[in-house]
């Protein structure tokens, strides 16, 4: 099993940045394919970026392409979230999630991953 912190959320003006930072538990992160979601209020869950178990090259939702980069270190069991030139419309809860695979695929679906974190708050204001 694998526990998921979520941290770094925060209010932000548009066009700045924020980092945000995923810290699991465990001693079997390399295994893990990990994921970003968000939901904003009263929109459905929808997928913001994934990393292969491996690292490397991530995979991204049309909508943050070009201004988002996630990134991992399996040394410090940790997924980041670099957002930058952020708009009001990034404002949601975002959640980081992990799911055990042998593979190297992305996953991009909500339930394609086993555990999920708490989520943390971005507020992009106008």
């Known amino acids: 099993q694998v526990q998921l912190v979520e941290s770094g959320g925060g209010l932000v003006q548009a066009g700045g940045s924020l980092r945000l930072s995923c810290a699991a538990s465990?001693?079997?992160?390399?295994?893990?394919?990990m994921g970003w979601f968000r939901q904003a209020p009263g929109k459905e869950r929808e997928f913001v970026a994934a990393?292969?178990?491996?690292?490397?090259?991530?995979y991204y939702a049309d909508s943050v392409k070009g201004r988002f980069t996630m990134s991992r270190d399996n040394a410090k069991n940790t997924v980041y979230l670099q957002m930058n030139s952020l708009k009001p419309e990034d404002t949601a809860v975002y959640y980081c999630t992990a799911v055990s695979t042998s593979g190297s695929a992305y996953y991009t679906r909500w339930d394609d991953y086993d555990y999920w974190g708490q989520g943390t708050q971005v507020t992009v204001s106008s």
């Open positions: 465990g001693r079997t992160f390399s295994s893990y394919a």
């Open positions: 990393i292969r178990r491996s690292g490397g090259r991530s």
